[in-house]
């Protein structure tokens, strides 16, 4: 096995501390555990019906000690917790914690007890060695379990009415040529009586059309392109690829031109603007998270107008009419992470993972990604299930009140994910949209990736500083305060170099080679 992620940012910390002999752990053999979690994932839980039943049949009561909402804040409450020895049993933590914190003593090796009381689980891993390379290491250890996670991409979202007002027939726009010329189109309809009218809008960092300019970051056996490590679908490219010039240039005549908004093109966009711009009308096009369009139907879009209807556009073309496959998910979340505390006895591991263990089987795979049958599912005659609890209405039930909700990229308890279930699960609009281009022939799937102890920390020091100045240096092209040419950016290629890029992707390199390779 390969020498797994370890945190240099987290190392320090358990130099501090020796973990005493009164751990916070439960050390009973009933029926229960306790586990640490965000607060906001702990309430999506207690709200889930299906999560109640899988209890019922399990006879296992999960009691959440909430922490923090932001994700940084749960992780380091982790870190304070392992000091202060007040570890529930299990917690929420990255695997970036489990490898340094697991071989020290914090958390235990689950390995010879999932072979024991998780066959299910077993099975799993035995079945997927992507993700038992990720979660073990050399020794064969596993210290924490991986949430899966759906494999999604960004979707194009458009105003459908803003389209035909303008007189644009939406399914003419194949390629990004076809796109720039509808929002000159849009421009001149709708930008002659409104100033703030920009055709594409969107929030925060605006470099995430890399797979529309065929320039995405990658990593294989090839070699590595461009800062893969965390990004692997936002903000992914690759300044060293050709066509990324194309993609700085191109974005540059949007911004010229007036169809980019500006703001968002520098990089000060947030997401309340965004979302203002879109609602009020001076926003048609945005690239983001796949259910954006159906959010804006829902907070406020028909009523800022009546005519208000959101549409999804396909993947783009190339030239010669090839499908651009967009930048996909990794199919494991390393941020999301169970680990066990080590002060627990073995009766008291068993329960933890014969509740996870019962979500790998067939009828916990079902249960968390359709529910019970009659209640919230039915069997067609083809033998598929089909949702027949609605969406709408059990997505808008009050805070607090039990609901079916089967959104798989949210974090309940490692279990396998149904994509076709998760998708399905939307509104008619965006699951029409899923079904259409969340297929294999659209996307690309993240790799995971690890590394060891020294590879974090120099990569956490050059990650920071290359991919801030990368972004500096593309926003100083499109908004015009260095002039683009390809002197200059050959000179930007080459101070990117400079400051640590060649040095990252063969970090990458190096670290998919000891996981993917023979």
Known sequence: ????????????????????????????????????????????????????????????????????????????????RIISDTLPDAVMTKLAQTNVYGPQGAFADLAPYIEKYAPNLQKYIDDNPDYKALVSDENGAIYGLVKESPIFQDFLGYRVDHLEKAGIDAASIQTVDDFTEAMRTLKEFYGKDNPNYYPLTGRE??????????????????????????????????????????????????????????????????????????????GTFFYDYYNRAEWFMENGGPEADPDYQMGVLDNFKDADGNLIVGAGTCKYNEECVTAVNAKCDEEKIKTILTFIDYFYSEEGITLANYGVEGESYEVAEDGTKQFIADYATEEAKPEG??????????????????????????????????????????????????????????????????????????????????????ENWAAFQEEMNGLGLSRIEEIQTASYNRMYSE
């Open 1 to 80: 096995m390969k020498k797994k992620v370890v945190s240099g940012l987290l190392a320090m910390t358990m130099a501090a501390t020796m973990l005493s002999s009164t751990a916070f752990a439960e050390e009973s053999s009933d029926n229960s555990y306790t586990m640490f979690m965000r607060n906001t994932y702990a309430g999506w839980i207690k709200e889930l019906n299906w999560y109640d039943v899988a209890e019922e049949r399990t006879g296992i009561h999960v009691e959440y000690v909430e922490g923090p909402d932001e994700f940084s804040d749960v992780y380091a409450e982790v870190d304070q």
């Open 401 to 486: 009140e039990k609901k079916w909700s089967f959104l798989s990229d949210r974090f309940t308890v490692c279990k396998p994910v149904d994509n076709e279930a998760f998708f399905a699960w939307n509104a008619p609009l965006i699951a029409d949209a899923c079904s259409k281009y969340m297929v294999d022939d659209h996307i690309r799937t993240g790799v995971n990736m690890t590394y060891t102890a020294e590879e974090t920390e120099e990569l956490a020091n050059l990650v920071a500083t290359v991919y801030d100045a990368e972004i500096a240096g593309m926003t100083a092209f499109v908004t015009g305060s260095n002039e683009l040419n390809e």
């Open 205 to 282: 960092g605006v470099f995430r059309f890399g797979a529309w300019f065929q320039c995405l970051s990658s990593v294989g056996a090839e070699g590595s392109h461009g800062i893969y490590i965390a990004h692997c679908k936002d903000y992914s490219f690759d300044i060293m690829n050709e066509n990324a010039y194309t993609m700085v240039e191109t974005m540059k005549t949007w911004y010229d031109e007036g169809l980019l908004q500006p703001q968002f093109a520098e990089g000060t966009f947030t997401e309340g603007d965004w979302e203002a711009d879109m609602i009020n009308g001076n």
